[in-house]
């Protein structure tokens, strides 16, 4: 049995001739909500598409339930849903998933299961083009969990939304860690940190802290997790002035 869904060693990621990953490494566990957080441009969207694996990488590894990220055998077991709505507008909600389900493999119960994940049963006839930007993340996170993947990678799923949405689009990723499947979310609200089972909380491509948001807090003496980021960035500055080697 695989204890932990994801682990990532020494990942070097140079995008541009820049080096968006300088060599990372850490793990994430099976069954839970992991959040990567983090300020735009710090290297969240490269490292969940190294994990899909449809990044290009420079060296290091990335594994997927024992398996190497973007191998033949996790086409069925990882969903990635992208910060863009990745369905046909001109397509009811219904229609989009039986089109991804024929194209996935998956059968009519999947769509079932995957529009009841979401509470998607009352829109199924709906065009896609005329739903709310909440409702079409929810198209796009029912077309992931079609085959019903054990691996759930969701780039910026709340960006945009308001209150009571993120509320219930966090509520809904932790009923489906309970039932077993690992969600890994990025966010750059650091607000949502405490949503989470477990951080990654990233600076400038590297991983800065690793570890439950409670913990986090405590080892940061900090209020919130904005105030234990800041505080943990600072304590880096320092760290290099010290040894600027």
């Known amino acids: 049995m695989v204890n932990n ?41 490269t490292l969940m598409r190294a994990i899909v694996g449809v990044q290009r990488v420079r060296s290091g590894s990335v594994t997927v339930l024992g398996e190497p990220a973007g191998s033949r055998p996790l086409r069925t077991r990882v969903g990635y849903v992208t910060q863009a709505a990745s369905v046909y507008d001109d397509l009811s909600v219904a229609e989009n998933l039986r089109f991804f389900a024929r194209v996935l493999g998956a059968g009519p119960d999947d769509v079932e299961h995957s529009m009841a994940a979401v509470d998607l049963h ?22 992931a969990l079609l ?13 945009g939304l308001d209150p009571v949405l993120r509320r219930d689009l966090w509520a809904m990723f932790h009923r489906l860690a309970d039932a077993g499947t690992t969600v890994i979310v990025s966010s750059h609200v650091m607000d949502e940190a405490e949503r ?38 600072e304590g880096r500055r320092t760290e290099r002035r010290r040894d600027p080697a």
Do not use: H, N, W, Y
Request: proline share 5%.
């Open 122 to 143: 009352e829109s199924g006839s709906r065009v896609v083009g005329t739903l709310s930007g909440g409702q079409r993340s929810r198209v796009s996170l029912a077309v």
């Open 196 to 233: 989470c089972d477990r951080l990654l909380l990233m600076r400038e491509g590297r991983v800065i802290a690793d570890d439950t948001p409670a913990q986090v807090l405590a080892d940061a003496g900090a209020a919130d997790i904005e105030e234990a980021f800041l505080t943990l960035v």
């Open 5 to 45: 869904a994801v682990g990532v060693t020494d990942l070097v990621v140079v995008r541009g001739g820049t080096t968006v990953l300088p060599g990372i490494s850490f793990t994430i566990p099976v069954g839970q909500v992991t959040g990567l957080l983090g300020p735009s441009g710090c290297g969240k969207t």
């Open 147 to 159: 085959g019903r993947p054990d691996v759930l990678v969701l780039d910026e799923p709340t960006v």
